[in-house]
């Protein structure tokens, strides 16, 4: 039996009600496997964690959270309380960035039932690798001059490592899925960083025997609105992968059910998963939390362990549990989180 030691972190709002919902279902299909178990521990480590000691964790926490597994996280944010910045910085960005967690992971898949803002919703099910740790989003650069000459100057920065990492993980993920990847780009306006990632990828790609493809961000963000069944892995930089995220979030319908994971790739840090979702103060309390998000990012989690069965059987758990109407108000039905997680549980096999 392969026990995996799992970090549990529920933080704020909706997460302490969705995260101890989605460990049942993790743990039901555990059992249901037979072959492994989750070995789980819990840290209070939330804005309520900063009332009392001034700070979002221990000096130690990274230390603590090192030895385990995988990290299983709810929300993070209570803006009347924390500011943002603190409560971010102070817990998962700092988790995100010290333990190099250079992916950023999402799937978007159409599931029955639900109501997706496109018109005519074909099959779609694709996963966007965003390269999570450099790119667009990096602290290089400046202002100069000031009043009407005033200049700012922001860097791009891309490696051949870190695209590398993206695209291999991107590649190999395809091979478990449908054999296409996708890259994003815009070499025909960037004109050192993203003729640079173009060249990378056709240099991986040719280690692997999977159909590819590369389109300009602009007209790829298009086809995720009038074609996303065309996709299987999209392979993004930071920025569009940021942007592609949220396409693909916003065309599953509901924030609430969309599930994320950071993945660290060398081995020495456990990977993060948490939902894409917030702490959703505006709901906190209610019990009416769509915990979808959180248990497919627990689906997400058992794959990353090598889990494929449990996680298939959440997946398809979950999908019946739509499927049969079984939502939450965010989803326009009127079960709470409870009710949608008992069905999850009873579609189990
Ligand atoms: P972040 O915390 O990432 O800054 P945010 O605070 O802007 O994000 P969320 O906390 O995700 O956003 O909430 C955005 C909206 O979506 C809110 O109205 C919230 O109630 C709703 N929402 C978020 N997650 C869920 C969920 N699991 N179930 C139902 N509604 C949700
Ligand atoms: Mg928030």
């Not at 450099?134 to 791009?156: F, H, K, L, M, T």
Request: with cysteine; hydrophobic share 40%.
């Amino acid at each position: 039996m392969n026990t995996y030691k799992i970090a549990v972190i529920p933080g704020d709002g909706i997460g302490n009600e969705v995260v101890p919902k989605a460990l049942e279902v993790l743990k039901q299909a555990a059992e249901l496997n037979g072959t492994f178990q989750l070995e789980c521990t819990t840290f209070p480590w939330s804005c309520d964690y900063y009332m009392e000691h001034g700070k979002m964790m221990p000096d130690d926490g990274l230390e603590q959270l090192k030895k385990f597994d995988a990290i299983f996280l709810g929300a993070v944010g209570d803006p009347a309380r924390v500011p943002d910045h603190v409560s971010l910085w102070g817990l998962l960005l700092k988790i995100r960035r010290q333990f190099k967690q250079q992916l950023n992971v999402r799937p978007a898949k159409y599931l029955k039932g639900l109501e997706s803002p496109l018109k005519n919703p074909k099959g779609f099910d694709l996963v966007i690798v965003r390269e999570n740790s450099e790119g667009e989003y990096s602290e290089v650069g400046g202002r100069i001059y000031q009043g009407e000459d005033e200049i700012a100057i922001q860097n791009n920065v891309f490696s051949r490592k870190a695209s590398e990492r993206a695209m291999h993980y991107a590649f190999q993920l395809a091979e478990k899925r449908k054999n296409y990847v996708t890259s994003a780009t815009k070499s025909n306006g960037i004109v050192y960083s993203m003729p640079f990632w173009d060249e990378i990828f056709k240099s991986v790609s040719e280690k692997y025997n999977i159909k590819t493809d590369s389109f300009h961000i602009d007209a790829l963000s298009a086809y995720f609105i009038t074609k996303p069944e065309m996709f299987d892995v999209v392979v993004a930089s930071n920025l569009f992968g940021d942007i592609l995220s949220d396409i693909g979030a916003a065309i599953m319908g509901s924030i609430g059910i969309a599930p994320a994971a950071n993945i660290h790739l060398d081995g020495e840090y456990p990977s993060m998963f948490e939902p894409v979702h917030g702490s959703a103060p505006d709901i906190a309390g209610k019990g009416i939390a769509n915990p979808i998000g959180q248990i497919w990012t627990g689906k997400m989690m058992l794959d990353h362990l090598g889990e494929k069965n449990a996680a298939d059987n959440i997946m398809s758990a979950i999908e019946q549990t739509i499927a049969n109407g079984i939502k939450t108000p965010d989803l326009s039905g009127s079960a709470s989180t409870k009710e949608v997680t008992e069905a999850i549980i009873s579609y189990l096999k």
